[in-house]
C-alpha cells in the first residue's frame, strides 16, 4: 500500500535533512495477497462474466490507495475504467452512484442519458435493469472495471443497482467497492432487502479485508521515508501508537518531516502529539459529513461513555428518524464506535475530539443533562461527577455534594489533580457563604500537594472569608503544618480583630503560628490586636499551644505534662486540628516521656492518613524520628525518617520547614558515625537553599546539626558561629529550655576546642542552671557528655546516644535494663557499649564512669 490517507497519496515536505525530500513513499507494502487477488479477477474478465470484489477496512487504512493501484493495473491491462466516490451528504441524491459510474463509460451525448425511464417515479426496477443492459453491453466491447470508494455512502437505488450489475450475466464487468469496516448489512447489494439466494453470485464476490502494517511493515515505511537510521523504539512507538493505521504513519512522517525531528525515542512525546492530532483530524472529517441525528449521538457517547444504558444516551441524543441500532451501526461503520459488549467511541482521543468540535454551550448542556439524569437513575459518584466537570453551572443542591464526595475518592486514592478539578468546578456553583468556605478549606488542603502558592491562597481566603464554625481553624491548621506560618499569623489576626466565631481557638492557633517562624513581618499593629493566651486552657487547641509554650520556657514541667495530657486525651472530633497536638506531643519529649510521646504521634499520624493529606503525615513522621532520636533509639529514628522522606520528598517541603528535615537526616548519619555524609546533606541544601529557608525555627536545628558536624569534622570556629547563631534566635523567641535545641554543649566543647575553656564553662553553668529550673529528672535527660581532647580514642565528643548509654552504665543501670529504657534489645545494648569502651580506650563499666567524672559536662 502506498502511505496515503483514503483521499489520496500522501506527500512528505522536502528540505528537511533527517527526512527525504524526494515526493511521496509509493511503495504499497503487505498488500501483495491482496493485489495478486485483485489481478486474477482482472484476468477472469476474458471468461466474460462479471464479479465482486469488497475491500473493507478501518478509516486511514489505505482502502483508496488500493483502488487507485487496481485502477492502474487495470486501465495498464487495456481495460476500461469507471469511477465513483461516495459521500453522506449525496447519499440522499436519486442515482449518485449511477451517474458517476455511466460517465465513465457514456459521453453525455449518448441516447442513455436522455432515456424516459430516468424520470418515471414506478419504473426504478426498469430502469435498473437498462442501465444494467446497456453497461454490459459497453463491456462486451471494451471489458470494464468500475470502482466505487466509500460504497456505504451510496445512495439506495445505486446500491440496488449494483447488486444487479453483480448477479447480471452477458458481459465483462469487474465490480470493486470500498468500504469501512462492518459498515456494510447483509443484502445491501439486493434488490429486496435480503440475502441473495444465488449461491454461484455469493461465490463471485470476494471480501478483502485491509489490516493494519506490522510492526515490520511501519518500520519499513519509516526507513523508506527516513534519510537517517530509525531508531528500533522509535519505530516500534510509532506502530503501538498508530495502530499500524496507515493514515496515521502517514500524518507522523508529515509532522517530523515538518519539524525536522529525528526517529529518535528522545521524540516520543513529540509522537503522541502527532498522532492525536491526526486522530483528531480525521474524526472532524467524518463529523463534517455525518448527518446531524448521528452527530448528536456522537456527542452523547462521548459525554457519557458507558455510565449510561445505551436507551437513555440515544434519548439524550434525540435520535427521531433512525433506529437505535442503525444509528450505532453506521456509526460502527465509518470506525467512530466499537462494540465489546457495549457501544463506546473507539477511544479517549475520539472522544476528545468529538467533545472539541461541538459549540461550546452545546456542550456545556449536554454535559449538564447527562450529569442530571445519571445523578437521578444513582450512577457513581465519580461518573456523575466527570460529567459535570464539563457542564455548565446547574444549580441542583445535590451536585457541590456528590463533587465534593467524589474529590475525597480521588484524594484518598492519590490523585490530586483529579480532587483539584472537581472541587474548583463545584466553586462554579452558586454557594453559600459557608458551603463556599467549606470547598475553599478542602482544596487548599489539595492544592498544597500540587501548588501550594496556590493552596496557601485559598486556605488564607477561608480565615479572611465567611468560613462556618472550625473551618478558620482547620484552614490555620493545614497553613501552619505546610510551612505558611506567617500567611496563617496575618489573616488570624485579621480575622480575631474582627470579632470573628471560634475566637479562643484562632487566638491559640495564631500565637502557635508566631512561635514557629523566626520573622518579624507580620508587624506590632498586628500583634497587638491579638489578645495573649489564657491561662487556663479551654479545649485541646488551647491546651496543645500552651503545653508548648510552657515548655518552652523550662519553668514549669509538671505543667507542661499536665496541659500536653490535656491536648492529647481521648475524646474530640475528626476535625479538630494536628499542629497542636504535635506541639503537645514535643512538649512531652521535653518532659522526658517518650512513650506517651511517640504513643501520640501514632494517633495523629492515623488521624492524617484518614484525611489524606500527605504533607502532615510526612511532618508526624519527622518529628516522631527527632523523638526516637533524643530518646536514644537510633534505629528507629532511621525508619521513622526513612518513612518521612518516602512520604513527601525534600524537594516538596516548605522552604522553612526543609531544614528541619536536612536537621535530621545530617544527626543521624552523624550517629552513625558518617561524617562526611552528615556534611555532604548539609552543603547540598545549603548550595542550593530556598529562599526563607531561614525564616522558621526549624533553621535553628539546622545550625545546630551543621555545628556539631562541624566540631565533629574538625571545624571548631565554624561549628561555635553556627551554634551561638543558633542560640541567639532561640532566646529571641524566649525559648530558653535547653533541651529543646541543645546547643550550649557542642558550643562549650567548640570553646574548648578554640583554647577558651572560660567561655566554655560559663555556658555549661548556664546549662546546668537551666536544667535545674526545668527540673527535668536526671535519667531523663538526653545528654552529650564533652570530653577533654585525648579523652575519647578518637578525640571527639560522644554522641546523644552515645552518651546516654555510658550515663546509665556508669550509674550501674544493667545491660538489660539499659535496654528497656532506650527501647533496644539486649544484644544492641552489648555491641553499643563494646564500640563506646573502645572508643574511650577504657576495659569496661569499672572505668567508664571515672572517664565521665574527668571530662563530663551534659546538657
Not at 435520535?319 to 451501526?329: F, P, Q
Not at 491548621?477 to 470573628?500: F, M, N, P
Not at 471560634?502 to 495564631?510: D, I, K, P, S, T
Not at 533541651?739 to 550550649?744: A, G, I, K, M, S
Amino acid at each position: 500500500m502506498t502511505l496515503a490517507s483514503d483521499n489520496g497519496v500522501t506527500h512528505l515536505p522536502g528540505g528537511g535533512r533527517k527526512w527525504r525530500a524526494d515526493g511521496a513513499v509509493e511503495v504499497l507494502l503487505e498488500r501483495a495477497c491482496e493485489l495478486d487477488l485483485i489481478r486474477r479477477m482482472i484476468t477472469d474478465l476474458d471468461t466474460g462474466h462479471s464479479a465482486m470484489a469488497i475491500v473493507e477496512g478501518a478509516p486511514g487504512s489505505g482502502r483508496s490507495a488500493l483502488l487507485a493501484e487496481i485502477g492502474a493495473l487495470a486501465s495498464a491491462n487495456g481495460i476500461r475504467v469507471a469511477t465513483a466516490q461516495g459521500s453522506p451528504t449525496e447519499s440522499a441524491l436519486h442515482c449518485g452512484v449511477i451517474v458517476q459510474i455511466l460517465r465513465g463509460v457514456f459521453p453525455l451525448d449518448h441516447p442513455l442519458w436522455t432515456r424516459p425511464e430516468w424520470t418515471e417515479q414506478d419504473g426504478e426496477s426498469e430502469l435498473l435493469q437498462l442501465l444494467c443492459r446497456e453497461l454490459l453491453a459497453a463491456a462486451r466491447e471494451v471489458p470494464i472495471v468500475v470502482l466505487v470508494d466509500d460504497v456505504h455512502h451510496a445512495d439506495q437505488l445505486s446500491m440496488r443497482w449494483l447488486g444487479v450489475v453483480t448477479r447480471a450475466r452477458g458481459g465483462p464487468v469487474l465490480l470493486v467497492v470500498s468500504t469501512v469496516t462492518t459498515a456494510l448489512r447483509p443484502g445491501s447489494f439486493c434488490t429486496t432487502g435480503q440475502r441473495p439466494p444465488n449461491r454461484r453470485v455469493e461465490a463471485n464476490v470476494r471480501k478483502v479485508t485491509l489490516a493494519p502494517l506490522s510492526g515490520d511493515g511501519v518500520a519499513d515505511v519509516l526507513a523508506a521515508a527516513s534519510a537517517v537510521p530509525v531508531h528500533s523504539d522509535f519505530a516500534e512507538a510509532v506502530a503501538k501508537i498508530t495502530g499500524g493505521n496507515p493514515a496515521l504513519v502517514a500524518a507522523v512522517l508529515r509532522h517530523f518531516a515538518r519539524l525536522d525531528c529525528a526517529p529518535s525515542t528522545e521524540h516520543l512525546a513529540e509522537l503522541e502529539l502527532s498522532t492525536a492530532r491526526a486522530v483528531g483530524e480525521q474524526v472532524r472529517a467524518l463529523m463534517s459529513v455525518l448527518p446531524e441525528e448521528l452527530v448528536g449521538l456522537l456527542s452523547a457517547l462521548a459525554v457519557c461513555g458507558t455510565s449510561l444504558p445505551l436507551n437513555e444516551i440515544c434519548a439524550l441524543a434525540g435520535l427521531r428518524t433512525r433506529s437505535d441500532a442503525d444509528a450505532l451501526h453506521q456509526l460502527t461503520g465509518v470506525g467512530l464506535v466499537r462494540q465489546d459488549p457495549v457501544p463506546r467511541l473507539v477511544n479517549a482521543v475520539t472522544a476528545e475530539s468529538v467533545l472539541a468540535a461541538m459549540p461550546r454551550e452545546q456542550r456545556e448542556n449536554l454535559h449538564a443533562e447527562a450529569a442530571d439524569l445519571g445523578y437521578r437513575m444513582a450512577i457513581a459518584d465519580l461518573e456523575v461527577a466527570r460529567m459535570l466537570l464539563g457542564a455548565r453551572p446547574i444549580d441542583r443542591p445535590w451536585a457541590v455534594e456528590l463533587l465534593r464526595r467524589a474529590a475525597s475518592e480521588h484524594q484518598q486514592s492519590g490523585l490530586q489533580e483529579e480532587a483539584a478539578r472537581l472541587l474548583e468546578r463545584a466553586l462554579s456553583e452558586p454557594l453559600e457563604p459557608a458551603a463556599r468556605a467549606r470547598v475553599l478549606l478542602e482544596l487548599g488542603t489539595v492544592e498544597f500537594a500540587l501548588a501550594p502558592e496556590v493552596g496557601a491562597r485559598h486556605l488564607g481566603q477561608v480565615i479572611s472569608g465567611a468560613g462556618g464554625a472550625g473551618q478558620r481553624v482547620l484552614a490555620a491548621d493545614h497553613l501552619v503544618l505546610r510551612g505558611e506560618s506567617l500567611l496563617a499569623q496575618r489573616t488570624l489576626a485579621q480575622a480575631i480583630s474582627d470579632g470573628t466565631p471560634e475566637h479562643g481557638r484562632l487566638v491559640a492557633m495564631h500565637w502557635l503560628a508566631e512561635a514557629t517562624h523566626l520573622s518579624e513581618q507580620v508587624g506590632l499593629a498586628a500583634l497587638a490586636t491579638v489578645p495573649p493566651l489564657p491561662s487556663e486552657p479551654r479545649d485541646r487547641t488551647e491546651a496543645g499551644v500552651l503545653a508548648w509554650t510552657v515548655g518552652c520556657l523550662g519553668k514549669d514541667l509538671a505543667r507542661t505534662q499536665e496541659l500536653a495530657a490535656m491536648a492529647l486525651s481521648p475524646g474530640g472530633d475528626n476535625t479538630e486540628p494536628l499542629a497542636p497536638s504535635i506541639q503537645a506531643v514535643r512538649a512531652l519529649a521535653l518532659a522526658g516521656d517518650f512513650d506517651s510521646a511517640l504513643s501520640g504521634l501514632d494517633r495523629i499520624l492515623l488521624e492524617a492518613r484518614r484525611r489524606g493529606v500527605t504533607g502532615p503525615q510526612a511532618l508526624t513522621l519527622l518529628v516522631r524520628s527527632g523523638v526516637e532520636f533524643v530518646a536514644g533509639r537510633v534505629d528507629e529514628a532511621n525508619r521513622s525518617f526513612a518513612s518521612a522522606v518516602a512520604t513527601q520528598s525534600l524537594r516538596d517541603w516548605h522552604p522553612m520547614l526543609a531544614p528541619g528535615v536536612v536537621a535530621v537526616e545530617a544527626l543521624l548519619a552523624l550517629e552513625d558515625g558518617a561524617v562526611e555524609r552528615a556534611e555532604a546533606v548539609i552543603a547540598r541544601f545549603v548550595a542550593d537553599m530556598p529562599s526563607r529557608a531561614n525564616e522558621g525555627i526549624p533553621w535553628t536545628h539546622l545550625l545546630y546539626a551543621r555545628g556539631c558536624v562541624r566540631l565533629r569534622g574538625g571545624d571548631a570556629r565554624g561549628a561555635l558561629d553556627d551554634l551561638v547563631e543558633c542560640g541567639r534566635h532561640l532566646l529571641a523567641k524566649q525559648i530558653a529550655n535547653p533541651l529543646v535545641v541543645p546547643w550550649r554543649g557542642v558550643a562549650a566543647s567548640a570553646h574548648r576546642e578554640l583554647g577558651d575553656t572560660v567561655a566554655a564553662e560559663r555556658l555549661l553553668v548556664e546549662d546546668a542552671e537551666l536544667l535545674a529550673a526545668w527540673g527535668a529528672p536526671p535519667r531523663r535527660q538526653s545528654r552529650v557528655t564533652v570530653l577533654e581532647p585525648g579523652e575519647r580514642a578518637d578525640g571527639r565528643p560522644l554522641t546523644a546516644s552515645e552518651n546516654r548509654i555510658a550515663w546509665l552504665a556508669a550509674q550501674g543501670w544493667a545491660n538489660s535494663a539499659i535496654a528497656g529504657e532506650i527501647g533496644v534489645n539486649l544484644r544492641t545494648v552489648e555491641l553499643r557499649l563494646s564500640r563506646l569502651y573502645r572508643k574511650l580506650g577504657i576495659g569496661g563499666k569499672a572505668e567508664l564512669r571515672d572517664a565521665l567524672a574527668r571530662g563530663e559536662r551534659e546538657f
